[in-house]
């Protein structure tokens, strides 16, 4: 079974950038889908961009665009969230997923998550 680790998480300031990055155990291109969520405090989680992993296509929340990168290194096994123009309200902890079985939903659907890593974003 898949297993995601989450990196790269720190309080900075706005306007900071960040780059988090996501380490799976196994080949990621096994995958449907790969992505970023995150969750603020009292919030429920939200989608910031997902990857599909074999055909390279990327989907990112409005919020994001302009501002986030989403990419991947399939000989790392690895995913990134780089984060430019931080802002305040991106503080929360976020989260890795990737769709291993598909869900023939239409969205990238997890089955697998990481641990998560947290944003801090302060003035």
């Known amino acids: 079974q898949m297993q995601l680790v989450e990196s790269g998480g720190e309080s900075v300031q706005t306007g900071g950038s960040l780059r988090l990055t996501c380490t799976a155990s196994?080949?990621?291109?096994?995958?449907?889908?790969m992505g970023w969520w995150r969750q603020a405090p009292g919030k429920q989680r939200e989608r910031v961009a997902n990857?599909?992993?074999?055909?390279?296509?990327?989907y990112l929340k409005d919020f994001a665009k302009g501002r986030f990168t989403i990419s991947q290194d399939k000989n790392k096994n690895t995913m990134y969230l780089q984060m430019n123009s931080l802002k305040s309200e991106d503080t929360g902890t976020y989260y890795c997923?990737?769709?291993?079985?598909?869900?023939?939903?239409?969205?990238?659907?997890?089955?697998?998550w990481g641990q998560g890593t947290q944003v801090t974003v302060s003035s």
């Open positions: 997923g990737a769709e291993t079985v598909p869900s023939y939903s239409g969205t990238c659907r997890p089955d697998t």
């Open positions: 196994v080949d990621i291109s096994s995958t449907q889908c």
């Open positions: 990857i599909y992993t074999r055909e390279g296509d990327k």
